[in-house]
């Protein structure tokens, strides 16, 4: 292959985490800054969310423009982002192949932050069973098509899930003039804000069939049903001609997972410390790829964040190993996943369980470090929790794991 | 107009016979298909293994079929491109009457003219296959099993035909046969076909077309099998085509790479009396999972990218139904059930022979210009890994796919081949676009732009 172009940082995937830490690095004064991204345009996930629910309370941004935003940022800061450009497979500890229109590349940095996102679980990864024909999404491609190419989507649609992407879903199946017919989902409840669920179902009418799953999908050629199941035993098909399968994120660890940097058993993802180093020196992970998926907030945040820790390795600082961070049942993860005296970052969780009034307990070898009580009054199932980082100091980097249980 | 051969089924064994009867200028051919697209039956959804033929029926068609079948197809592959990976199968032996019945299947083996194979003790076995599961007691190794892309396969064939010549009639069921005048007249959806010769290719529908002609030898019960593909990041946890010790029904449920990176595991074995029951089953997927956490653990852990259902055409008989009727100028191909991407090069040559010792003049014959098919497989170079390719045209080097890494090259080539895709999934069949973990999550809507000529 070629010979090895050398620049100081390079970050693989122009997302949201992705171009916030190219910002901040370049920012800093990082001489050659570079963020590659295999989509034509930069911009991750938001560049298709045609929906707001990006930007800040004060200043609620469209995907679109929060994407421009930060493509505009990064590239004022002086980083450089080259799109059409896939980072293929590790080169070397801290190099990677890539190609693009002009050819192969393998460019060797000083450190690598990766940024490569999540995508929605398909339909055959669900096993669902039935037959394969056309007509068969998820949000993500639904969004490509309708905003990106508007392309026409079919008549009726089913959205299977009943989180905020899956609200999403519903809005783009409606700007895309097709019908929703129902929206499923195996959990009792909705799990998005309670406005916006009974808006979705009083005032635009459509049904949300709750402890309900998808056993089927029928039709030969294109999709005519959806069979479904309720927990208590009734069954029934819904005529359809699209059905879109929503959430069930999973990390793009592709890249991660060939470098053999160490993955967390409970984001799939590679697992990071506090300031979001993998289990290889010099390479960072920041965003979806860590935990999908967040908010665009979270994952801008963590790239910023990484983007200091990165800087500081510049200037020559020591990795400090940490010990692991473990989320206990019913919890079912938490980022970061390892943890040294001092962490800053807050941290991200999930519960797979619903608790009312939940309360945070953090002990190492059996020592309370921290307690919390949440202020909101439930913890629910792909709803973000978050966990102060003030405790960190008192971890003894020498002892056992650090635990985080829920009541 | 009256073609001298008709060929019903564009499936890969009729592709193949039509492939055969190009190679004689002075014939008129003609491909006839009920279905958008060439493999689109049976051919496009099977285990794709080019067999050796060790286990089959000694003595039978079958076995001297898929024997020869294997051997030119893997020379054939080799000239056109079709991606194959000689890796070698591995008959598991789990219980103590299995691992009896392993030097029979030698014997048998033997028998069939494959003097390779070679008893392996638990050691070497765990050594060969790090990440089976725990238990196995031994296993048969059976050198020269194979992968290969059955889709590339039946394309090759059909290009192949087309470009010498033949006519390829898609979007034409053929709904009833009759002869006038020593001629057979076909009605299809697109209008009447006439031609001197018939070759019933049909698969699923063989004796339904038999019966057309007055022929009532055999009946299709479609045997379902439904299959899982994992991952391309699951490829590093198997070697060999893992077989289990055959039973009654059928191969029984195995793991296998594919030439495409991933790995697979099935096919279930389910007796139907429904033609169009390619579905998969809750039932269905749960039986292929548990054994498949008995055979490879690990696999059970990654990604599913696909799941998949194929239709055995199955007979009364332990063996194909091909015969020859010469007073009809007609030949049948039925009940090419679990066997017939490998023997395929072997029945289209059966089959001609049949024909000609029938009356059929042929008259001379030519060696074809053969296809160059795009790689699709894993073991060679694919395009974007080809930077001489790139620096004479960068779209080869522009990835549309990200899962499966196909270009925007690629795509346009296969847009513009002989034989254009009618729709996605013939795309998918023909570049992999689409195919991969995401299942169109990143790509879904750019490829269909491309498809649908508004992307560029
Ligand atoms: C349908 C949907 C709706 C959403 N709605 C909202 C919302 O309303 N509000 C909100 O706050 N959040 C929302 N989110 C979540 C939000 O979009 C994510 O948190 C955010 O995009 C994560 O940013 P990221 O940079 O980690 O990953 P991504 O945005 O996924 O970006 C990853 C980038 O990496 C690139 N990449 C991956 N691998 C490679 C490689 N090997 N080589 C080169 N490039 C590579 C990809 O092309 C992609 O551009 C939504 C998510 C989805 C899927
Ligand atoms: C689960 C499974 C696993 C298998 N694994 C392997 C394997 O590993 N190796 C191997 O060698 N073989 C394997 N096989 C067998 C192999 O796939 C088949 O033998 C082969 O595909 C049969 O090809 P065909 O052309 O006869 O049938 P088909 O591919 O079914 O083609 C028949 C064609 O005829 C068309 N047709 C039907 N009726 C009409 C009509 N009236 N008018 C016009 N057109 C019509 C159909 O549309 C169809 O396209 C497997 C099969 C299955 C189901």
């Not at chain 1, 393998?106 to 339909?123: F, Q």
């Not at chain 2, 395009?383 to 080097?397: F, K, M, N």
Request: hydrophobic share 40%.
């Amino acid at each position: 292959m070629s010979a090895t172009r050398e620049v100081d940082v390079l970050v693989v995937g122009a997302g949201p985490a992705g171009l916030a830490a190219a910002a901040r690095l370049a920012a800093a004064g990082v001489g050659r800054v570079e963020v590659l991204d295999r989509e034509q345009e930069a911009g991750g996930v938001p560049r298709h969310c045609a929906h707001g629910g990006y930007g800040t309370l004060l200043h609620p941004l469209t995907g679109p423009a929060y994407a421009r935003l930060l493509i505009t940022a990064a590239e004022r800061a002086g980083a450089v982002v080259r799109t059409g450009v896939t980072a293929l497979d590790w080169a070397g500890p801290l190099a990677l192949h890539t190609v693009g229109p002009r050819g192969p590349e393998t460019i060797g940095a000083r450190a690598v932050v990766l940024a490569t996102g999540a995508r929605e679980r398909p339909r055959a990864a669900r096993l669902v069973p039935g037959t394969r024909p056309a007509g068969v999404y998820t949000t993500g491609e639904l969004q490509q098509a309708v905003h990106l190419y508007g392309q026409r989507i079919g008549s009726r649609a089913v959205v299977v899930g009943a989180e905020d992407v899956s609200y999403a879903a519903a809005d783009t199946v409606r700007t895309a003039g097709a019908a929703v017919v129902a929206m499923t989902t195996d959990l009792p409840r909705a799990r998005t804000a309670p406005a916006r669920a009974l808006d979705t179902r009083l005032r635009r009418g459509i049904p949300l069939l709750t402890g309900t799953t998808v056993t089927e999908l029928v039709g030969h050629g294109r999709l005519s049903g959806v069979r479904v199941r309720h927990h208590d035993g009734r069954t029934a098909t819904l005529p359809c001609d699209t059905v879109v399968f929503t959430g069930d994120f999973v990390p793009d660890h592709e890249l991660a997972r060939r470098g053999g940097l160490t993955l967390d058993a409970g984001t799939r993802g590679p697992a990071v410390d506090g300031s979001l180093h993998t289990s290889r020196p010099g390479v960072f992970a920041v965003g979806s790829v860590l935990h999908a998926v967040e908010s665009a907030a979270t994952a801008a945040r963590e790239g910023a964040h990484a983007a200091g820790a990165v800087l500081e390795r510049l200037a020559g600082a020591e990795r400090h190993e940490g010990v692991p961070l473990i989320a206990e049942p019913p919890l079912c993860r938490i980022v970061p996943n390892r943890v040294t005296p001092g962490d800053r970052l807050p941290y991200v969780l999930r519960t797979a369980t619903p608790l009312t009034r939940p309360v945070l307990r953090v002990t190492q070898n059996g020592r309370l470090l921290h307690r919390e009580r949440r202020w909101t009054p439930t913890a629910l199932p792909n709803r973000t929790l978050t966990l102060t980082a003030g405790w960190t100091g008192r971890v003894d980097p020498k002892g056992g794991p650090v635990r985080v249980t829920i009541s | 107009m009256t073609y001298d051969v008709a060929v019903v089924g564009a499936g890969v064994v009729g592709c193949a016979i039509a492939r055969a009867l190009a190679r004689h200028p002075r014939l008129r051919v003609a491909l006839v298909e009920a279905q958008d697209d060439v493999g689109q039956g049976t051919s496009k959804a099977n285990t794709a293994i080019l067999h050796t033929g060790f286990d089959a029926v000694p003595g039978s068609l079958e076995a001297r079929l898929v024997r020869e079948g294997g051997r030119l197809l893997a020379a054939y592959a080799a000239e056109s491109g079709i991606p194959v990976e000689e890796v070698g199968a591995l008959l598991v032996a789990w219980d103590e009457e299995q691992f009896a019945a392993l030097p029979r299947l030698a014997e048998k083996a033997e028998r069939n003219d494959h003097h390779a194979t070679g008893l392996i003790g638990p050691a070497d076995l765990y050594e060969r296959e790090p990440h089976l599961g725990p238990g196995a007691l031994a296993a048969l190794h059976v050198p020269g099993e194979s992968v290969i892309c059955p889709w590339t396969t039946t394309l090759a064939y059909a290009t192949q035909a087309v470009r010498h010549g033949v006519d390829l009639h898609l979007n034409s069921r053929v709904e009833r046969a009759s002869r006038q005048d020593d001629t057979h007249v076909l009605t299809t959806g697109r209008g009447t076909l006439r031609a001197r010769w018939l070759v019933n290719a049909a698969g699923l529908y063989a004796d339904t077309l038999d019966r057309h002609l007055g022929h009532h030898d055999f009946s299709v019960t479609p045997r379902r099998g439904q299959l899982l593909v994992f991952d391309k990041l699951a490829r590093d946890l198997v070697r060999h085509i893992l077989l289990p010790v055959p039973t009654a029904l059928g191969k029984g449920v195995l793991v296998a790479p594919t030439v495409h990176g991933n790995v697979l595991l099935g096919p279930t074995a389910e007796d139907l009396d429904d033609k169009r029951a390619t579905g998969s089953t809750a039932d269905g997927l749960a039986l292929l999972r548990e054994k498949g956490r008995r055979i490879l653990p690990g696999l059970l852990d990654e990604e599913v990218t696909a799941v998949y259902a194929g239709l055995r055409a199955a007979t009364e008989q332990d063996d194909y139904r091909i015969s020859a009727h010469p007073e009809q100028a007609y030949v049948t191909v039925g009940g090419i059930r679990s066997t017939g991407l490998t023997a395929s090069l072997a029945i289209a040559e059966h089959v001609t022979g049949l024909l000609t010792e029938a009356g059929l003049d042929a008259g001379s014959a030519r060696d074809l210009e053969p296809a160059r098919m795009p790689n699709l497989g894993e073991a060679f170079p694919r395009p974007y890994q080809r930077p001489e390719l790139i620096a004479a045209d960068p779209e080869y080097g522009t990835l549309v796919c990200h899962c499966e890494r196909v270009s925007r090259g690629e795509i346009r080539d296969a847009l513009t081949s002989t034989i254009p895709p009618a729709g996605l999934d013939g795309l998918r069949r023909r570049t992999r676009a689409r195919a991969g973990r995401c299942q169109g999550f990143y790509c879904g809507a750019a490829v269909r732009a491309l498809f649908e000529g508004v992307g560029e």
